[in-house]
């Protein structure tokens, strides 16, 4: 079986294929305090929820845009299972034709995402990516990576007002009723919730319009569903596109 890590701002996710079926995700919390016996305690226990032994995990592959948890993951992988995984990074086959400036600077999440969106989806293809940054990635007619954009996420976004201000609270990560808020936290949840949804639109909008065309939509995240159901074009769902993009990258460098 394959084990699969994708390590976020603020979240890990982790997935286990055996041979293309997907078994099991599971998240894990980013915190560049754990140690690499800590993520190894935690990956270990994962694996025990799920009935699957640790040698039965022949292979790994890890992408990360925190560099001192990838490499603290990446040594707890290489102590649960004695193999030695496969990191996204600089000499990895990925099969993207990328046409951004320097093409070493795309990060590993966006690789990942957008080798998924390849595999699965018709291109032109808008790739957005909601974690703790708002990512969106743009791929051409002909498979290319053309490049994108990066905004603050939603939770980054909260984070924000409420240390910046003196009297705005956190509040619940959902949708408000309607647009116009009639309350402190409704007003908050429309600026947050349809805010995004009101950025998405409108990024999709010019986008289309510089491609010169219409491009399949795709949203990943933990916080996509709530912020796509709210959004005027057809952007569809896809929970498990960076592991399915991980598995692929991983299949190319075996």
């Not at 995402?113 to 708002?134: E, F, N, Q, R, S």
């Not at 116009?180 to 919730?193: A, V, Y």
Request: glycine fraction near 10%; charge should be negative; aromatic fraction near 2%.
């Amino acid at each position: 079986m394959l084990i699969c890590i994708d390590i976020g701002n603020s979240n890990i996710t982790i997935g286990v294929f055996d041979k293309d079926t997907l078994k099991f995700t599971a998240r894990l919390a980013t915190d560049s305090r754990r140690t690499s016996d800590q993520y190894a305690i935690e990956i270990r226990d994962i694996l025990h929820i799920y009935e699957i032994e640790r040698n039965e995990i022949t292979s790994a592959a890890i992408a990360s845009v925190v560099p001192t948890v990838g490499s603290a993951v990446e040594r707890a992988v290489q102590r649960l299972f004695g193999i030695k995984p496969i990191v996204l990074g600089p000499g990895i086959k990925t099969g993207l034709n990328i046409k951004i400036d320097n093409p070493a600077q795309l990060g590993a999440d966006l690789a990942a995402g957008a080798v998924g969106a390849l595999a699965k989806y018709p291109c032109p293809c808008i790739v957005i990516d909601m974690g703790t940054a708002t990512t969106i990635s743009v791929i051409g007619k002909n498979g290319e990576f053309l490049g994108g954009s990066i905004a603050a996420g939603i939770k980054l976004t909260m984070e924000a007002l409420t240390s910046g201000t003196a009297q705005l609270p956190s509040v619940g990560l959902e949708a408000p009723k309607k647009v116009i808020g009639t309350n402190t936290i409704d007003c908050i949840k429309s600026g947050l919730i349809i805010g995004q949804a009101s950025l998405l639109d409108g990024m999709i909008t010019r986008i289309e319009r510089e491609l010169g065309t219409k491009a399949t939509v795709v949203a990943t995240g933990g916080l996509a569903p709530e912020v796509v159901a709210n959004c005027d074009h057809e952007i569809l769902l896809d929970d498990n596109l960076l592991l399915d993009g991980l598995k692929i990258i991983h299949d190319k460098n075996v």
